[in-house]
């Protein structure tokens, strides 16, 4: 296993949790690639630490199903498969449909501006190589959707699913010449929300779906 990535220490959180946010990047990122065994004495002696946050940590990343528990061989990263893909898509499917026909119920003026800003924000930063912040501003765009729906078990499991569905997301996002195609659906969705018309902006928002899910499909048979 080679260790490239240094732990960001931060005065604010456990140790255990930025032992988790390190390793979660790392693997996000793709400096820990899949399949890679994780040795705890290895990282730990790289990050400093001793090997209890980092069991600690391994064992939130199997809850997030980023790592895997091998019989007498211990812990990996985990593949990213077209079966887990699909799991995670048709779940994300049926939440976000919910969420934007709530929010065209219930979106307000100033949660639309919120969705207008954070939409333009997506859309400068498309063009930076900062394949992380290109995800966090995707993600900050339906979480404005999620926050218009006023429904907080809702919220809650979408950010459960966030995690699972980060990786994804990300290698979709990497696909360039999927961005114009993301961007219209961006506007699209906020359109159909604005006119309150809950039938068009479900049928857009699984269409956005279905095509990331078939983007990263493709990607995945043709490794």
Do not use: W
């Not at 900050?140 to 999620?146: E, P, Q, R, S």
Request: charged share 30%; glycine share 2%.
């Amino acid at each position: 296993m080679s260790i490239d990535f240094e732990v960001t220490m931060n005065e604010y959180l456990p140790l255990r949790d930025v032992v988790f946010n390190t390793l979660r990047r790392a693997i996000l990122r793709g400096e820990l690639k899949p399949g890679e065994r994780l040795m705890e004495i290895q990282l730990a002696n790289k990050l400093g630490v001793s090997r209890t946050p980092i069991r600690e940590a391994i064992r939130k990343l199997e809850l997030e199903g980023l790592v895997l528990m091998i019989p007498r061989k211990g812990a990996e990263v985990a593949e990213i498969t077209e079966k887990n893909l699909r799991d995670v898509l048709e779940v994300r499917c049926a939440l976000e449909e919910l969420a934007v026909q709530l929010a065209c119920e219930r979106i307000d003026k100033a949660k639309l501006q919120d969705l207008h800003a954070a939409a333009e924000h997506f859309r400068e930063i498309l063009d930076s190589d900062d394949i992380t912040a290109i995800g966090e501003a995707d993600e900050a765009f339906h979480d404005v959707i999620f926050a218009a729906t006023d429904n907080e078990r809702l919220i809650q499991l979408l950010n459960n699913l966030r995690e699972q569905m980060y990786r994804y997301r990300i290698e979709y996002l990497k696909k360039k010449e999927c961005h114009p195609q993301l961007l219209e659906e961006h506007a699209a969705i906020i359109e159909a929300i604005e006119a309150h018309d809950k039938e068009k902006a479900t049928q857009i928002t699984t269409q956005h779906i279905a095509n990331q899910a078939n983007t990263v499909v493709d990607t995945l048979r043709h490794r």
